[in-house]
């Protein structure tokens, strides 16, 4: 009898403990999916900023390759998918990804992420703009009209990116705040000192001027004191004329300019043959993570680029 009854006050007991288990396996795998925040932004260098920021805290997806032109992405149902299902959207903005986002947004039907709403990032504010127009009067093209929009190569400027990401991660997840800002202090130190050693390294290069084919360089010609005189597209956009073409050799030669910057999604026809015209070198710079397999992340965006430049400046002395 007394038997029966521990017997039966164990099965209860042990049912009770695998009752317990189950319920504590389900919790934890719902913390664990709170957890992850899932974050989609168009380009690998605001996911690869994300990821330094958000840690082991987020999952990321990038819907631009580093080897595209960010003004132009084909939409594919993956994009879709990737963010009908997000925490948070991260966009460069102005007009950089005008032709292709929307559309995307409006498909993925997720009112978390459309502008305005916590899970919606712009990049872009309290980022200082370069060329920006007095009035909208299309004269630098179709793609630049607020500005221009490749901000995110000034390392510098990364830093402003980060901030606007960690403030949207915090939205999210307020109990994290502290870790995400704690992350954002590592790669704003980390930062400085890279940037440091990068202007270091083109520091004899200072003033040197440059052609290149699109307009993507203001930022990092800035931040490093190249001057980029003119450009192979007449307008960001619009592929180069033969009458660009000769202005350009003509430049080049009467002002002895050696260096033409072309972006990785270019082909290079028209900046071969400008540079066959004045004896220069084609040089093709990254434009974002990803562009080459050894730039993994938005540190290795800068050093590829910084070591591109001063093999083409060659030696200073
Ligand atoms: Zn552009």
């Not at 330094?52 to 084909?74: K, L, Y």
């Not at 939205?171 to 890279?194: I, T």
Request: glycine share 6%.
């Amino acid at each position: 009898m007394l038997t029966k009854y521990w017997n039966m006050r164990w099965g209860r007991a042990l049912l009770m403990i695998a009752l317990m288990a189950t319920m504590a396996s389900v919790m934890s795998q719902r913390a664990a999916a709170q957890g992850a925040l899932r974050v989609v932004t168009t380009l690998p260098d605001l996911e690869s900023i994300a990821k330094h920021i958000g840690g082991d805290h987020v999952e990321t997806f990038s819907i631009a390759a580093g080897f595209q032109n960010p003004h132009f992405v084909d939409p594919k149902p993956s994009f879709i998918r990737q963010l009908s299902r997000a925490d948070l959207f991260v966009t460069v903005g102005l007009d950089l990804e005008s032709g292709w986002v929307p559309p995307l947004l409006n498909s993925a039907r997720n009112p978390g992420i459309l502008q305005g709403a916590p899970g919606y990032v712009d990049a872009s504010v309290n980022v200082p703009l370069l060329q920006t127009p007095t009035s909208v009067t299309r004269e630098q093209g179709d793609i630049h009209v607020y500005g221009n929009p490749h901000y995110w190569l000034d390392p510098a400027r990364g830093k402003i990116i980060a901030k606007n990401i960690l403030d949207g991660l915090v939205r999210l997840q307020p109990e994290n705040r502290s870790y995400f800002e704690g992350n954002l202090e590592r790669f704003n130190e980390e930062m400085d000192m890279h940037i440091a050693e990068w202007l270091a390294q083109m520091e004899p290069y200072k003033g040197a001027r440059i052609v290149a084919y699109h307009n993507s360089w203001p930022y990092l010609a800035e931040r490093f004191g190249l001057d980029v005189v003119d450009f192979l597209e007449p307008k960001p956009g619009i592929p180069p004329t033969p009458s660009q073409l000769a202005k350009i050799i003509r430049l080049m030669s009467e002002e002895d300019i050696g260096v033409i910057i072309i972006e990785p999604y270019f082909k290079t026809d028209a900046a071969d043959l400008v540079a066959r015209k004045t004896n220069g070198e084609v040089v093709v710079l990254a434009t974002s993570v990803g562009a080459e397999e050894s730039i993994r992340t938005y540190f290795d965006l800068f050093d590829y680029n910084v070591d591109k430049l001063v093999e083409s400046f060659g030696d200073p002395n």
